[in-house]
């Protein structure tokens, strides 16, 4: 890899360290060319400190590794972003990340589609919508929401309007979303026991 550490007069270049599950962020940390080394050798993670003026391997105190899974270089070979698999909170103050956020995985458009239906199912008795009187009515109604929708989506599958087919399906994929709260869970939950399955 055809790394430039010569850009900037103390030979440092930065380093984004990035979940390499959930592809979130997790803190930024500056590499010399002995720290890159050293992290390849031993597939831990290693900065170089700015203010101890030494090689510092990430949970070398705390035991918080950063082990590495990938390295890829910017279109300036100046950069670094590594994936890592996080053992522990990355941050000093015990937190998933340096921005005190939670290292979950985010699917973007479903994650926030999911908070708010968890957050009508919290409000059911008080909130005025679709949503919160599927929670009210009970699991049986939630349930059969689901089936009618399934059934929707297989009918709509034998013809040939697309449109009509994504609309079913979106009607299936809200509901299940619904139903998953209902029972307790969320798509992660499910996310997971496809990746356990996985050969």
């Not at 203010?51 to 899974?69: A, D, P, Q, V």
């Not at 590594?82 to 015990?94: A, D, N, S």
Request: glycine fraction near 6%; charge should be negative.
């Amino acid at each position: 890899m055809n790394i430039d550490f010569s850009k900037n007069t103390d030979g440092l270049i930065p380093a984004i360290i990035q979940d390499s599950e959930t592809k979130n962020v997790l803190m930024l940390g500056y590499m010399n060319a002995e720290a890159y080394d050293m992290t390849i050798d031993t597939r831990k993670v290693t900065f170089y400190s700015r203010t101890k003026k030494r090689l510092w391997t990430k949970g070398e105190e705390s035991g918080n590794f950063l082990h590495l899974i990938d390295v890829k270089n910017d279109c300036d070979n100046d950069t670094l972003l590594i994936q890592v698999k996080p053992e522990g909170p990355t941050c000093h103050k015990g937190t998933d990340s340096c921005w005190s956020t939670e290292n979950k995985p985010n699917y973007g458009f479903i994650s926030s589609l999911e908070q708010t239906i968890k957050q009508r199912k919290e409000n059911a008795d008080s909130e005025k919508s679709y949503v919160a009187s599927l929670f009210k009515s009970g699991m049986n109604k939630i349930a059969q929401k689901v089936g009618e929708e399934a059934v929707e989506v297989v009918i709509e599958a034998k013809d040939n309007n697309d449109d009509l087919f994504l609309s079913e399906s979106a009607d299936l994929l809200f509901h299940y979303l619904i139903l998953l709260q209902a029972k307790g869970f969320e798509i992660d939950d499910v996310v997971n026991v496809l990746k356990s399955r996985q050969k």
